[in-house]
C-alpha cells in the first residue's frame, strides 16, 4: 500500500484516546486539478480534505460527511465532502486577489457547518460561527461548542501534500471503544475523573510536538512512535482515500425534474439544450429535449404524455 491517500485509526492506552491519522497526495492533487485554484486555497482545501477524513472516520456512520465554509471574504465558499468508504471531493468559490490575505481575510465573517447525511435516515447538521486563524482551530472550536468532546485537531498542507492528526477523549468514564466499563480498583469517581484529565493534558501535549515535516514525510508509524512511544499505542490497518465524484447522469436528472419543466423549457427555447456541469469535477451532462421531455414523461404521474 502506497504511503500517502491512506488514514489510520489509533487508541492510547485502552483508556478511551482515540484518534486518527491521515496523508493525501494523489486524492488531494487530482481535486486541485479540477480548477485553477490560487494557492492560499489550494492550501485551505488540502486541510480541509484532511479535516473531512479525520472527523467522518471517527464517526460511525454510512453516507457523506460535508465540511463547508460559508464566508463573506474574498472566499464564498469552501466545501468538501468525504463518504464513509473514503471517497473524497471538494470545490472553492472565491472572487478577486487572494495573495497575501490571512485566513481571517481571506473568509471574513463566515459560518463553518458540519453536515451528515446518512445514507438511511435524518440529516444532522452544526453550524457554528467561524472562530480562529487555522482551519484546525475552527474545528476544535466547533468540537468545543456543539460536540463537547475533547478533540485536538492538526492540519498540515505543502509539498503537493495534505495530512492531519486527530485526537481526542471519548464520552463517559474509562469507557473503551466498545464502550465497556473498565473498572478501575481503588480510585473514586473523581479520582478517576482526574486521572482521565491529566492523561489527557499530557498526550495531547505529546501530539502538539508534531511538525508540519513529520507528518507530511512520515508515515503513520513513525509519527506515532514519534509522539507516543512512552504510552501504549493499537494502531489499526491502513484505509485507502481516494478521489471520487458521486455526481452521475441520473442525479443530474433528479435534480433538473426538481427545477421543473416550465424553466427547463425556457432553457431549451434560449439554448436549444440544457447544459449541466458538475462543480466538484468538471464533468458535463447535456440533455437535449427530448431527454428533457423523457425527464417528464418516464416517473413523473404529471408528466406531459404527448410526447409518447
Ligand atoms: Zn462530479
Redesign the pocket.
Given at each position: 500500500m502506497s504511503e500517502t491517500d491512506i488514514c489510520q485509526r489509533f487508541l492510547i492506552n485502552d483508556r478511551g484516546l482515540r484518534g486518527q491519522w491521515t496523508l493525501l497526495e494523489a486524492s488531494y492533487q487530482t481535486v486541485l486539478a479540477k480548477h485553477d485554484y490560487p494557492l492560499e486555497i489550494q492550501g485551505l482545501l488540502g486541510e480541509l480534505l484532511a479535516a473531512s477524513i479525520l472527523l467522518s472516520a471517527t464517526l460511525k456512520f454510512e453516507g457523506t460527511l460535508s465540511i463547508q465554509a460559508r464566508g463573506e471574504g474574498t472566499i464564498n465558499l469552501l466545501s468538501v465532502e468525504c463518504t464513509h468508504d473514503h471517497t473524497v471531493r471538494a470545490i472553492a468559490r472565491w472572487q478577486g486577489d487572494t495573495r497575501g490575505q490571512s485566513f481571517r481575510e481571506l473568509l471574513g465573517k463566515a459560518i463553518l457547518a458540519i453536515t451528515i447525511t446518512p445514507s438511511q435516515g435524518e440529516r444532522y447538521q452544526g453550524i457554528v460561527p467561524l472562530d480562529g486563524d487555522t482551519v484546525a482551530q475552527c474545528l476544535e472550536h466547533y468540537f468545543q461548542s456543539s460536540e463537547q468532546l475533547k478533540t485536538q485537531i492538526q492540519l498540515f498542507h505543502g509539498n503537493n501534500r495534505a495530512g492531519g492528526l486527530l485526537l481526542q477523549a471519548l464520552p463517559g468514564t474509562g469507557g473503551s471503544l466498545e464502550g465497556a466499563e473498565q473498572v478501575l480498583h481503588g480510585q473514586s469517581y473523581e479520582e478517576q475523573q482526574e486521572a482521565r484529565a491529566e492523561e489527557w493534558h499530557r498526550v495531547a501535549g505529546l501530539a502538539a510536538t508534531l511538525s508540519a515535516e513529520e507528518l507530511l514525510n512520515l508515515d503513520c508509524n513513525t509519527v506515532l512512535y514519534r509522539l507516543f512511544h512512552e504510552e501504549k499505542v493499537q494502531v489499526f490497518a491502513p484505509e485507502m482515500v481516494r478521489f471520487h465524484?458521486t455526481?452521475s447522469r441520473q442525479r443530474t436528472a433528479n435534480a433538473l425534474e426538481q427545477i421543473g419543466r416550465e424553466e427547463l423549457d425556457s432553457i431549451l427555447a434560449e439554448r436549444g439544450k440544457v447544459d449541466v456541469t458538475?462543480q466538484?469535477?468538471n464533468?458535463h451532462y447535456v440533455f437535449d429535449p427530448v431527454d428533457v421531455a423523457m425527464l417528464f414523461a418516464a416517473g413523473n404521474p404529471q408528466a406531459d404524455s404527448s410526447i409518447n
Open positions: 465524484c455526481c458538475c466538484f469535477c464533468e
